[in-house]
């Protein structure tokens, strides 16, 4: 995943027109400090414009959690707040708070009322 200022560069190598929100290194759970990255999928041999890094989505057994349609903003809180309630058998399996990811199309992106997929990784 690439990430920067933009992601212009990637959309020209033939990357997907989609977002994603990259949640790592967790300290401990979702009450601990964690990183945030905002990025585009791009190839792994993709030269990385300035002002650019690399972050790779960790190989994992993934919960996809879709949110319903509607403004980003609103939608993706809710989308969360399901997971947080969600027992283990519910999400299955038990959260691992190493990667978790959400995917924005890119209409969701220009206001447009696509549903986000949440990637919640468990153990």
């Not at 945030?36 to 993709?46: E, Y």
Request: net charge neutral; aromatic share 14%.
């Amino acid at each position: 995943m690439g990430a920067g200022p933009d992601g212009r560069g990637f959309r020209a190598a033939g990357c997907p027109p989609a977002v994603f929100a990259l949640y790592s290194g967790y300290a401990s759970d979702a009450s601990g400090p964690y990183d945030f990255t905002i990025g585009v999928q791009a190839p792994v041999d993709a030269p990385l414009p300035p002002g650019f890094y690399r972050r790779t989505v960790e190989a994992n057994r993934y919960a996809r959690v879709v949110s319903g349609p509607g403004p980003a903003a609103r939608v993706v809180f809710e989308a969360w707040q399901r997971v947080w309630s969600a027992t283990d058998p519910e999400l299955g399996g038990r959260r691992a708070f190493r990667t978790d990811f959400e995917r924005y199309p890119g209409a969701a992106l220009s206001g447009g009322q696509e549903p986000v997929a949440l990637f919640v990784g468990l153990m």
